[in-house]
């Protein structure tokens, strides 16, 4: 098993509009519904961008879960799930407009239901895989349990710390041997968990010391990989710099055609686990090289789940 993916799936409802709705405004746009949730996404990035995927999840006893079910099987991804008779499967707004940004709100639902318990049963799985993923839109005590199963297996841990609003912990961030904040995620960390303030807006524009220097203070034993959208990327190391040169440094975006940003994230994140569970002795540029790509195709397609491209690292 090369990723093991612990997070979330949700029956994604998205309108798109020229411009996202202000509060009172009625506007008219497109619908559409299809699969997503962070770990579904990341899990099915994983699995087109070429590594063998397991997905570990909740559901609810309803057509969510079948359509979950359906579509694991057709790209073969993994589906290990725990059917929650009472809850429905979780769901998520999503508002997109005609420049492909987003706006999202989600209901838990069943995501919520996933248990340390839940995992503890797949021990074996767990010290089979190479990197195991996790973000945080279920409970932070299965998050926090999936990363500790994943060192005390000996496999690369990545913490995607999304959303921006969601619990963590100076414990949970020490589990990840890398984290990968965007913007918003990355200012909304150090304001939790550091005396330092940064405005997300001001993240991009931030010279590369001082973001170095922020990154070294939020994740001190660990690497940080901060997502810029049509700027890149931000990368600092700790000691263990993961075959790259430099204690940090930036990479540029790949071009696109950009039509829903929805999933670029996710596309990002399950794209680097694939590439770096499969060639663990390359440089981790070379891994976020290849995600960067990865996510930029991505962004030409609506949609989240479906919207991940096909594509096998070189």
Not at 262 to 267: K, Q
């Amino acid at each position: 098993m090369h990723v093991v993916v612990v997070g979330s799936f949700n029956l994604d409802h998205v309108w798109q509009a020229d411009t996202l709705p202000a509060p009172g405004a009625t506007l008219a746009g497109r619908y559409h519904t299809g699969p997503g949730g962070k770990g579904f996404n990341q899990a099915i990035a994983a699995c087109r961008a070429g590594a063998e995927t397991a997905f570990f999840c909740a559901l609810g006893d309803d057509a969510g879960a079948r359509i979950a079910s359906h579509l694991a099987k057709i790209d073969g991804l993994r589906l290990i799930a725990h059917l929650s008779a009472n809850t429905p499967t979780g769901s998520a707004g999503i508002f997109v407009d005609r420049q492909g940004r987003n706006s999202i709100v989600i209901g838990a639902g069943a995501n919520a239901e996933l248990t340390p318990a839940h995992l503890a049963a797949q021990d074996t799985l767990f010290r089979l895989a190479k990197v195991v993923l996790v973000q945080l839109e279920t409970r932070i005590d299965t998050v926090h349990k999936a990363l500790a199963m994943a060192r005390d297996a000996g496999a690369r841990t990545v913490l995607n710390p999304a959303p921006a609003n969601a619990e963590s912990s100076a414990e949970l961030l020490a589990l990840a041997d890398v984290i990968t904040p965007n913007e918003t995620e990355f200012a909304a960390l150090i304001a939790r968990h550091t005396a330092l303030q940064i405005p997300a807006e001001a993240v991009a524009s931030a010279s590369d010391a001082v973001l170095h220097s922020h990154c070294r203070t939020l994740h001190p034993g660990g690497s940080v990989v901060i997502t810029l959208g049509s700027a890149g990327c931000f990368v600092s190391h700790g000691e263990n710099r993961h075959g790259d040169s430099h204690s940090h440094y930036r990479l540029p975006a790949c071009p696109a055609k950009v039509v829903d940003t929805t999933g670029a994230g996710d596309a990002f994140n399950g794209a680097f686990c694939a590439a770096w569970a499969q060639h663990p002795c390359r440089a981790l540029a070379e891994h976020l090289t290849f995600a960067s790509r990865y996510a930029a195709r991505a962004c030409e397609r609506e949609g989240a789940a479906l919207a991940m491209p096909q594509l096998a690292p070189a």
